[in-house]
Structure formats: C-alpha cells, structure tokens
C-alpha cells in the first residue's frame, strides 16, 4: 500500500497534514507535523509506503527537520514494535536537503529520496557496502541475495548482512522470494 502525505497541500486524494505551513521553523513546528504523520499513520494498513511530500515547503529549518524528519525515522528505522512503514521523500531540495542530511548523519539513519524527475537517491548514514547493495536492489526492482553476490562479486554473508540491514532500515522490502525496491513494492 501507498500512502501519501503532502505538507502544505491542498489535494483531495492525498494527506494533508499541515495546510498552514509552508515555512517549516522552529521545534514546535515540527514537533506539530511529526504528531499529525504519526497520527495519519496510526490509521494505515501495514506494510506501506509513506511518501512525505515537501514539494510545497518554501523553507525548513534544522530543528524542524530534526523533529519531522529525524525522529520520525529514528522511532521507526530498526523497530520490531512498530507497524512496518518504509518512507520515502519528495519535493525536498538544496536548503531542505542540507537541513534533512545533518539530521540524518545525527540520528544515525537513512532515507530514500525522489528528486523531480523521479530519479531516487540514497542519503544519510549507511557504509559502501549497503549503498552498492541498495542500488543494485532500486536497479533491478528485485534481487536474491545470489543475484547480489554475483553481480557485486561479493560473499553470500556479506551480500545477506547489507540486505538484511537495509530491510532493518526500512529500505527495501524483505519478501518470501528475496528483496524489493520502493518504491516497486507498493
């Protein structure tokens, strides 16, 4: 399932979850969206995407991102207990992203981001090896952990470790016949 949650949007078929701010600053601010996502999420099947939409966010501060962004992660990247929510991000560009990375390397966690054209990027805190893991899984749509030895020319623990850590991380998705790119699981 996706689901997709606009910041600042007026859109009928998506989550609105704030339509008063378009200028994300200050911690309460943030502390406000991270609450209303969560509560939007309470709400959702499992598993799903999330897709958090700052298309129409003209400027977010560090403590904004630290409270909409990172905490959010933070509570659900690596969590048994909560409900199996991957996120990806949208519309977030130069300023956003400079504000989002520094809190992603501060909370020590990672997320997929989708850039205007569609194309997906990786940011945020995750070792080499993940990283050509994850872009051969968002490369394929799909892979086994074979497939990922063969093409990277690594060893069956180390291809199933990175795996096995970015399915902790919420980004792939981990199913019966091997892993799945976001956002091809939906």
């Keep these: 399932m996706k689901y997709h949650i606009d910041i600042d949007d007026r859109a009928d078929e998506r989550r609105t979850v704030c339509e008063l701010y378009s200028n994300l600053v200050t911690r309460p601010t943030g502390a406000t969206v991270r609450k209303a996502i969560e509560d939007a999420l309470a709400d959702q099947a499992e598993p799903n995407m999330t897709v958090i939409d700052f298309s129409r966010v003209t400027l977010l501060d560090f403590s904004c991102a630290d409270e909409i962004v990172g905490k959010l992660l933070d509570a659900y990247q690596g969590a048994k207990t909560r409900p199996r929510t991957y996120f990806l991000i949208r519309g977030a560009h130069g300023a956003h992203l400079e504000a989002i990375e520094t809190v992603l390397e ?81």
Excluded: K, N
């Design 106 to 186: 501060r909370y020590d966690v990672a997320v997929i981001v989708q850039d205007d054209t569609g194309s997906m990027s990786l940011i945020g805190r995750l070792d080499d090896g993940a990283r050509r893991v994850w872009q051969l899984v968002r490369e394929r749509g799909a892979v086994v952990v074979q497939q990922v030895e063969q093409e990277l020319g690594t060893t069956m623990a180390q291809c199933t470790a990175a795996l096995d850590e970015l399915s902790l991380r919420r980004l792939v998705v981990r199913r019966a016949d091997g892993f799945v790119a976001l956002p091809h699981a939906s």
